[in-house]
């Protein structure tokens, strides 16, 4: 019994090992931008990640949302640490275009 569940937990650690290949090639942080109100991706939205540092954020990272309103890979090619940590959504410009867009 003890020779089957050892054959059956090798057999399930074979099939699990591609996907955590694959997952350990991707980032791990992405972003998607909604817009509420017309239910349509926010395109060209810059967005920053920040870690809280002894006298406040250091930047890590910035990008620009895509058409679909994503960023795909947000953390920098660096290893992952335990902190605090935020993401801030620069909206102002995209607000004021989408105003100007519903004026003309």
Do not use: C
Request: charged share 20%; no cysteine.
């Amino acid at each position: 019994m003890l020779k089957r569940y050892l054959v059956l937990s090798v057999a399930t650690a074979a099939f699990s090992l591609p996907s955590l290949v694959y997952a350990a090639q991707q980032n791990i942080l992405s972003v998607h931008i909604l817009n509420q109100q017309t239910g349509k991706p926010a395109a060209d939205v810059t967005v920053t990640l920040e870690k809280k540092a002894d006298n406040g954020w250091l930047q890590l990272n910035t990008a620009k949302t895509d058409k679909d309103g994503r960023i795909k890979a947000l953390w920098p090619e660096q290893t992952a640490t335990t902190g605090d940590y935020r993401v801030v959504f620069k909206t102002g410009d995209y607000f004021k275009k989408q105003k100007a867009m519903r004026q003309s």
